[in-house]
C-alpha cells in the first residue's frame, strides 16, 4: 500500500536553530515528491518538485532533498517568519499527502 | 508560479441550503482540477478529481450527489455542497493542475471555510 510519512509531526525552534523535516514515502512507480507551505487558514504553497534520487532544490532558508525511500526539507537559520506547517505529497498515478509537520520557530 | 483562487473564502449557510464554491486558475488552463476537504490539524482529504468536460471522479466515501463538481472550462471548477450540515463544516480547499510549468505539479487555492449553522 502507498504511504507517505512525516516527521515529526510538530518541531519547535530557536530562530536561527538549523533543523530537517522527513517525509518517508513506500510508494511505487514514484513520479515526483513536492513541498509546500501552509499557513493557518490557507491553502498549501508550493514549494518544491523532485523527481530522481539525489536531487536537491534550495530557496532561500529551505533545502529539499530526495532519496529513493525519503524527502528531506533542511531549515538554516530560520527565523519566526518559517512557522508554518510543511506538507509533502508523492505523485504516483494519484496524489498522497503526508500528515505535515509543524513548523514553530521562536524569537 | 501559477495562481488559483477560489471564491468564497468564508461562508456561513443555514442548515438545508445548498452552497456553491467557486475555483479559478488564473494564469494557466486546468486541464484537472482537484477537491480536498481538510480538517482542524489534520492533512488534506482528496474528495475527488475533475478534467474538463467530464464528469468527476469521487473518492470511496464521499457522496456524489451531496458535492456536485463541475468542471465546466480549463479554468473554472465548482463545488456545490447540496443540502448542507453542521457536519459538512470545513475547510475546503481546490487544487489545479495543467500546462503551466510541469503537468504534475499542483497549485492551490486559498481555501473555503464552510460553517454550516
Known amino acids: 500500500e502507498d504511504q507517505v510519512t512525516q516527521s515529526p509531526e510538530a518541531l519547535r525552534l530557536q530562530e536561527g536553530e538549523s533543523s530537517s523535516l522527513n517525509c518517508s514515502y513506500t510508494?511505487?512507480?514514484?513520479?515526483?515528491l513536492f513541498w509546500y507551505r501552509q499557513d493557518p487558514g490557507k491553502g498549501p504553497e508550493f514549494l518544491f518538485t523532485?523527481?530522481?534520487a539525489g536531487e536537491e532544490k534550495e530557496k532561500e532558508r529551505l533545502k529539499a532533498t530526495l532519496t529513493k525511500k525519503e524527502s528531506f526539507l533542511h531549515i538554516t537559520a530560520p527565523k519566526p517568519e518559517d512557522s508554518a506547517t510543511y506538507l509533502c505529497?508523492?505523485?504516483?498515478?494519484?496524489?498522497?499527502f503526508g500528515t505535515g509537520t509543524s513548523l514553530t520557530v521562536i524569537p | 508560479g501559477a495562481v488559483v483562487s477560489q471564491h468564497p473564502s468564508r461562508v456561513i449557510c443555514k442548515s438545508g441550503t445548498s452552497v456553491k464554491i467557486e475555483c479559478r486558475s488564473l494564469?494557466?488552463?486546468?486541464?484537472?482540477m482537484f477537491w480536498y476537504r481538510q480538517f482542524p490539524k489534520k492533512s488534506l482529504m482528496l474528495m475527488a478529481t475533475?478534467?474538463?468536460?467530464?464528469?468527476?471522479?469521487?473518492e470511496q466515501g464521499v457522496e456524489k450527489d451531496k458535492f456536485l463538481i463541475n468542471h465546466a472550462s480549463l479554468t473554472l471548477s465548482t463545488l456545490t455542497v447540496t443540502s448542507a450540515h453542521p457536519e459538512d463544516s470545513s475547510f475546503y480547499i481546490c487544487?489545479?493542475?495543467?500546462?503551466?510549468?510541469?503537468?504534475?505539479?499542483?497549485?492551490f487555492g486559498p481555501g473555503t471555510r464552510l460553517t454550516v449553522t
Open positions: 487544487s489545479a493542475r495543467g500546462r503551466a510549468g510541469n503537468s504534475y505539479e499542483q497549485y
Open positions: 510508494v511505487s512507480g514514484l513520479r515526483g
Open positions: 523532485l523527481y530522481s
Open positions: 505529497a508523492v505523485m504516483t498515478n494519484q496524489f498522497y
Open positions: 494564469d494557466f488552463q486546468a486541464t484537472t
Open positions: 475533475s478534467n474538463e468536460g467530464s464528469k468527476a471522479t469521487y
